[in-house]
């Protein structure tokens, strides 16, 4: 019951509204990795809920965020364009098979011989593909997206000195939204990434032959998926524990990421895993519970 209190309900108020943040920022994010990944944008955007809210359930490390991700989506590209979306959903399903086979092992145990130097190449590396990625975005534009850059920047670092009751972040995104909608700049915006769905998902089974031929066909990206995702996951959890001062369980955070898995291939969704970014978004906007997790989702 105690740890219950501690993981739900011990920091209501800064949970909801962290979570909202990166609700807010997951939805571009998820649509981008479905083109990455060749998919249409529900496919990532169904995963992204799905996986963040069973994780919050299921999940070794509360407060961490989870969803589909651009290095899980890299791995689908292949796939996908040889053998279509049905194959996707059963790698997805047998991917998560695998994360729940890896966590009864205890191989979520050997992150502790993982060197420090590892995980801080790691973050740095990630920080600078983030910020190439982001650069398409910032180039033949028109003055109104610099403009509205360097607000964004300002008052993500300059509104803490005034309050830090509410996110910067959250400020930052319905501050610049209403400025956009009011004046009507010309500003590419979330929605022309892509179409939105507009309906809820459905449990599916994926439409294709149950034979070792398609094992064979989906078991090398299921297993490369695995791993990719329980690397990122693990780390991302030992980052989250050293910026809350706690200590996650990682063998059950691989199992929590296969069951994730396995419920968003069952509704159309792609396989995901731990999101770095979006977890230190979520911890530095005061999220630190599950409840931050699951309100992202």
Known sequence: MHSIKRDWFANVRNDLLAGLVVALALIPEAIAFSIIAGVDPKVGLYASFCIAVVIAFVGGRPGMISAATGAMALVMVTLVREHGLEYLLAATILTGVLQIIAGWVRLGALMRFVSRSVVTGFVNALAILIFLAQLPELTNVTWHVYAMTAAGLTIIYGFPYITKAIPSPLVTIVVLTAVAMFIDLDIRTVGDMGALPDTLPVFLIP???????????????????????????????????????????????????????????????????????????????????????????
């Open 207 to 297: 439409d294709i032959p149950l034979n070792l031929a398609t094992l064979a066909i989906i078991f090398p990206y299921a297993l490369t998926l695995m791993v990719v995702g329980l690397l990122e996951s693990l780390m991302t959890a030992t980052i989250v524990d050293d910026l809350t001062d706690t200590r996650s369980d990682k063998n059950r955070e691989c199992v929590g990421q296969g069951v994730a898995n396995i419920a968003s291939g069952f509704i159309g969704g792609m396989a995901g895993c731990a999101m770095i970014g979006q977890s230190v978004i979520n911890v530095k906007s005061g999220g630190r519970g599950r409840l931050s997790t699951l309100c992202a989702g």
